[in-house]
């Protein structure tokens, strides 16, 4: 089922080179071609040109690249790949340290999906053998643990035209000249502003593709639809972001908002993101999709066609209605329409499942996959209409909510009832898609050996997202963030192509990584944010009382804006006390913190390496630095910190 103008199911505006950021000139010639590909699309299906007989699915993976000794994301995917020229099915990605390959196209019967795994672990072999000879290893992961947000810089961008058309195009279109904003809060909150889309790169993930007919698409992409929720949730592997415990599935909001190019800040309207679950049910025909994309969405990128499509549909040819794939690939819906020509000739639809995120493991991927599958035919063999028996926005609300919520999600499913995501899994979902799975005719082994890990995850209320969010929490009392994050990818890759599915992995152990190197640390990675800050008008006894309840030692003094305007420390306060009942002393008429406050001490920016930072520290003689960013105090750093790290680097040399 591979399409005949890119490699199998790659993106199509990501496997085409040749696109451009669109001049108005180039920009109307486009739109006429795009115009022209939907008329001929409809024609082609009004007249069932479109491959019937056959069924076939396929998948794309997605993984990141890191450094053999730091687990930090390694820029080397150029490397990796040129050493697999030989294999059409690696491919790039947007970042420097992501790579992709794409699984051959199964007829979905007998045994696809253990082909499929087999195919899975065989590619990620090569990689692998590819990688260590940069020394680099691969992670299967929604999002890596250890990527750092200065990782996201352009110089991590993959050297091809066709991301830097992608980047530029977006950045003409960007809402704000502030840039674009991550805003999520779980457990902890992240709010940062990042001057390139680039953050997209966060994500990596395992996208299934379904080949249906014509007539089944409107009804087996709105079981997609009411299904993502469920299927979200139960494969959920993505909630730490920069060291920051927040959606079980962080892609869904990171994803969005590293896209967001809406230019009105008004709540009165409801222009949707790139990025979108939809607006509404379909009702006939992928037709319908296309065709909201186009009124909806500008066009992002250009492309040089030379196809006229209607003249193709005339001659009785197929054609790749290139400048419609273009503008798709520019839409991401989480469940996108797909059109491709199969080997055979024949032209083809298919569903793309993009809310499943990469690993943890090869099997629990193809479960995951299996599951889906399973579901969407046997909901589709069940009930003829999903509209009959939920809303569309209970629909859409189960998606965000499985996003936040992962395997604790309560979800509203049929007739408006309310359950356990768990519940629901085990004892209705599982059910129907062993139903479906056997209609198709897999074989029995394989229904029970991916969908039995479906269930014991659900069983064991673990998935990827609750191993990593208990292992950080684990490790977070007993090492600094920055190792906790290196142990939990070591873990990680230790386990992803095992076949111990993530349900019944230990929690990591920080004995377990012996060689671990601070390499090219930053101070933002080391740095406390949770900060105690005073004013300079707050009085002297309670910045000492604050600094002692909290056992502090430095005390930053900001303004109202949060700008830095001096430093309160222990010396300061205890020449303070000690002098202060001397009639003759400046301390005797000291009453505020402007008083006694270092003013304008010394800072350091975030981006600062560890090493430069304590250059300055011990040249200067200074036990804390404020980290300033953009003007704004963001964190500090002091000795402490420093001396954490080298006591647990000194006793593994022990």
Not at 35 to 53: G, K, N, R, S
Not at 160 to 189: C, H, M, N, V, W
Not at 541 to 552: F, H, S
Request: charged share 25%; aromatic share 8%.
């Amino acid at each position: 089922m591979s399409d005949t103008s890119t490699p199998i199911y790659e993106e199509t505006t990501m496997g085409e080179e040749k696109v451009n950021v669109p001049t108005s000139e180039s920009r109307t010639n486009f739109t006429r071609h795009l115009l022209q590909d939907v008329q001929a699309l409809e024609y082609m299906l009004a007249h069932e040109w479109f491959e019937t007989e056959t069924i076939r699915i396929g998948a794309e993976q997605e993984m990141c690249l890191v450094d053999k000794k730091t687990l930090k994301p390694t820029p080397k995917n150029i490397q990796v790949l040129n050493r697999l020229k030989q294999y059409p099915w690696a491919t790039t990605e947007i970042a420097r340290f992501n790579v992709e390959c794409n699984l051959s196209p199964q007829e979905f019967t007998g045994n696809a999906l253990r082909l499929m795994e087999t195919e899975n672990r065989a590619q990620l072999a090569k990689i692998l053998e590819s990688a260590k000879k940069s020394d680099a290893l691969v992670v299967l992961t929604g999002i890596l643990p250890t990527l750092r947000k200065f990782d996201l810089s352009m110089d991590n961008l993959t050297p091809k035209p066709r991301y830097r058309a992608l980047i530029e195009a977006i950045r003409a279109q960007a809402k704000s000249s502030k840039g674009f904003e991550l805003r999520l809060t779980g457990i902890d909150e992240l709010i940062i502003s990042h001057d390139s889309p680039l953050m997209e790169a966060c994500n990596t993930s395992y996208q299934v593709h379904l080949q249906v007919t014509p007539d089944t698409f409107a009804p087996l992409y709105n079981i997609a639809q009411a299904i993502t929720g469920p299927i979200l949730a139960i494969s959920a592997n993505s909630p730490l972001v920069f060291g920051k415990r927040l959606w079980h599935e962080s892609r869904i909001a990171l994803f969005q908002q590293s896209l967001d190019v809406r230019t009105t800040q008004d709540h009165m309207r409801q222009p949707e993101p790139r990025v979108s679950f939809g607006t509404d049910w379909l009702d006939k025909s992928i037709m319908e999709i296309y065709k909201e994309d186009i009124s909806r969405f500008r066009v992002l990128l250009g492309a040089e066609v030379e196809e006229n499509s209607l003249e193709t549909v005339g001659k009785k040819g197929i054609p790749k209605l290139k400048a419609l794939q273009v503008h798709n690939g520019t839409v991401y819906r989480w469940n996108r329409p797909c059109y491709g020509i199969s080997e055979n000739g024949m032209p083809h639809l298919r569903i793309e499942n993009r809310v499943i995120p990469a690993g943890p493991t090869v099997l629990d991927q193809v479960a995951n996959s299996a599951f889906w599958l399973g579901t969407m035919i046997g909901m589709a063999n069940k009930f003829k209409d999903i509209r009959e028996h939920m809303s569309f926005a209970d629909a859409k609300d189960n998606f965000v909510k499985a996003a936040q919520f992962g395997v604790d999600t309560q979800f509203t499913w049929f007739n408006n009832r309310k359950v356990a995501c768990c519940d629901l899994i085990v004892d209705e979902l599982i059910p129907i898609a062993r139903e479906g799975l056997q209609s198709r005719g897999i074989v029995a082994e394989d229904i029970d050996r991916y969908l039995g890990v479906i269930e014991e995850r659900a069983k064991a209320h673990q998935n990827g997202a609750r191993w990593l969010l208990q292992s950080f929490t684990k490790l977070e009392a007993e090492v600094n963030q920055d190792e906790g994050l290196t142990v939990i990818t070591s873990a990680m890759i230790r386990n992803q192509m095992s076949e111990k599915p993530v349900h019944t992995w230990e929690l990591p152990n920080v004995k377990d990584l012996k060689s671990y190197r601070p390499v090219g640390l930053r101070v933002e990675e080391f740095m406390e944010t949770d900060l105690f800050t005073v004013h300079e008008d707050d009085l002297l006894e309670m910045v000492a009382n604050v600094m002692e309840w909290r056992k502090l030692r430095y005390v930053p003094v900001e303004d109202g804006k949060g700008h830095l305007t001096g430093l309160i420390t222990t010396r300061k306060l205890l020449r303070y006390y000690t002098r202060r009942d001397r009639p003759d002393s400046p301390e005797a008429g000291y009453v505020c913190v402007k008083d006694i406050m270092i003013a304008n001490p010394r800072t350091i920016d975030p981006s600062t390496k560890i090493k430069d930072a304590m250059h300055v520290m011990r040249g200067e003689k200074i036990g804390c630095l404020p980290v300033i960013k953009d003007k704004e105090l963001v964190g500090i750093i002091t000795e402490m910190d420093f001396l954490r790290v080298s006591g647990r680097l000194i006793d593994r040399l022990k």
